[in-house]
């Protein structure tokens, strides 16, 4: 049975010492990825001289740097008020890469009105999203905010048509497949009596991060 909690009044989770460092590695090792591809995505768009793949790569990469470095000094720090401060940074970020990562979508594949519609609509929840978890930190709206997560990653739904027809193969599928690594990694998130859940979610985060870092430099950028 996992031992982490959430005190009421919003103090940091806490986690055995072995998970704590799992969970720094892993998204540091995250941290160091998004580095990577915040480069290659920015170089790519240049090589394509195309302004709007080089803005949307540099949104997405440093959406990628923040998420991960956030959550791995959130899981590094020692309990306390700095831990505190970057979970709810840690929190905040989610927000932050989901609307990164619908970015290149935006900007080049659809671009147009429903692009900037979408782009619009994303930032805008995002930031509430943000407002929220900056403000309201407490256990029982622990599922909501997990809620918003999910329905923001899926509000793509709406655009699929238009996404599905602009977008080239296999991006449909990365984008879909990535998708449902981020979903499947939330039913972890949830599950606070499972050993190991949260260092599970970091995982599938991780991975669902790289399957749509692939979609995005191979079927968006340039």
């Known amino acids: ?11 940091a989770t806490e986690y055995p010492l072995g998970q704590e460092i799992a969970h720094a590695a892993t998204h540091g090792a995250g941290a160091l990825l998004g580095m990577v591809a915040l480069v290659l995505l920015v170089w790519r ?30 899981h590094a720090l020692r309990p306390g008020r700095a831990k505190r401060v970057f979970q709810a940074l840690d929190h905040a970020a989610i927000y932050l890469l ?25 930032w805008g ?22 809620a918003l997560y999910l329905a923001l990653g899926w509000l793509a739904v709406v655009v699929a048509v238009p ?21 499947g990694g939330a039913g972890f998130y949830a599950a606070r009596r499972l050993a190991w859940n949260h260092a599970i979610w970091h995982v599938l985060v991780l991975a669902a ?3 749509h870092f692939f979609c995005v430099y191979n079927c968006v950028i340039g």
Do not use: C, K
């Open 125 to 146: 929840l995002s930031a509430g999203g943000i407002v929220f978890e900056v403000l309201v930190r407490r256990r029982f709206l622990r599922r909501l905010s997990l």
């Open 98 to 122: 989901i609307a990164g990562t619908y970015t290149p979508f935006a900007l080049v594949t659809l671009r147009g009105p429903w692009g900037w519609s979408l782009l619009g609509i994303v």
């Open 163 to 183: 996404l599905v027809r602009n977008l080239p193969a296999p991006g449909p599928l990365l984008l879909l497949v990535g998708g449902l690594i981020y979903s």
């Open 1 to 11: 049975m996992n031992t982490n909690h959430l005190a009421p009044d919003g103090r």
């Open 209 to 211: 991060a790289t399957v």
């Open 45 to 74: 768009g240049v090589q394509a001289n195309d302004p709007w793949s080089v803005v949307a790569g540099a949104i997405y990469g440093a959406s990628l740097i923040l998420l991960f470095s956030a959550s791995s000094l959130y």
